[in-house]
């Protein structure tokens, strides 16, 4: 079924509810193969879907991409497959305190044309591991390599024996299905501009939100100024600069600047000039 509209959406969040409260009961060691069949599926696709989101966005880099998209599916497989998310995963025996994992229900998964499928793979996979549900609302420029990377997941969660309808996602996505999606779910994660953050965390329902970045660095007597230079310029060209984190400033001490500025155009940095910064 397509999710166009309200009252598809309401059925569909229906749907992903019902399957999660199947999920809810399954144990670690089904979560945990559902969780790797997921993790393999998407790392098996991600210079297929690192190519359909550039070419869809126009944006970053498709090597690049790649990295992402690999990052986020075998890494954090790694980062998490021994992790227990099930039942009973800490006793204070001194204290008396038991701590048990319980799934917080369906998330509202929102999804940025900057990073869409990388982003999407991260949120399925770390709902997959944690037994909830998940519903995804792409960016209208990104819908469809958001949706394929969601889909991807999907049918290799059903196969390892997760129920059909555990990962779902908006077809036709627009501000007023994100809100709503946004207002019924148990909890968000949003992941898009300032606006759509700040909405998340207005709708009254927990919220994590990343918006853009503002990530200065800073660069005194103390740095190895090869160093800092070189690892600031791999970072900001990194997928065209569009990962949040990205440096965006360069703050540099009075001590090193023309070391630095040297270093940055040896390394064929762009110093704008007077009319050229008026201009930006």
């Known amino acids: 079924m397509l999710i166009t509209n309200n009252d598809e959406l309401m059925q569909k969040i229906s749907e992903v509810r019902k399957a999660q409260e199947i999920y809810a009961t399954f144990p670690q ?3 945990d193969e559902i969780f790797r069949a997921a993790a393999m599926a ?3 696709a991600r210079i297929y879907l690192a190519k359909m989101a550039v ?10 991409k790649v990295i992402k998209n690999h990052f986020a599916s075998e890494y954090i497989y790694n980062k998490y497959k ?4 099930c039942g ?6 001194s204290s008396g305190i038991v701590k048990i994992a319980e799934p917080i229900g369906v998330i509202a998964a929102i999804v940025p044309t900057t990073n869409p499928t990388s982003t999407a793979i991260f949120k399925a996979l770390l709902a997959l591991k944690t037994r909830n549900g998940i519903i995804f609302s792409p ?3 990104a819908k469809n390599s958001t949706i394929e990377a969601a889909r991807i997941i999907l049918k290799a969660a059903v196969k390892a024996g997760a129920p059909e309808n555990i990962i779902a996602w908006i077809d036709e996505p627009s501000v007023e299905l994100s809100q709503l999606l946004m207002s019924q779910c148990d909890f968000i994660l949003a992941t898009g501009g300032p606006g759509m953050v700040k909405a998340a965390y207005s709708s009254g329902k927990p919220a994590i939100g990343v918006g ?3 990530t200065p660095a800073i660069i005194d007597e103390t740095a190895h100024i090869k160093m800092a230079v070189n690892s600031i310029i791999l970072s900001k060209s990194f997928d065209n600069g569009v990962i949040c984190a990205s440096e965006q400033a360069v703050i540099v001490l009075d001590e090193v600047y023309d070391e630095v500025k040297k270093e940055f155009m040896e390394r064929g940095s762009y110093f704008l000039k007077d009319d050229e910064i008026d201009k930006v």
């Not at 021994?82 to 998310?85: A, G, L, S």
């Open 29 to 31: 060691e089904k979560v």
């Open 42 to 44: 998407a790392n098996e």
């Open 55 to 64: 070419e869809e966005t126009g944006m970053g880099i498709v090597e690049d």
């Open 82 to 85: 021994d992790d227990k998310t």
């Open 88 to 93: 009973v995963i800490e006793k204070d025996e």
């Open 139 to 141: 960016h209208p420029r």
């Open 212 to 214: 853009s970045g503002n």
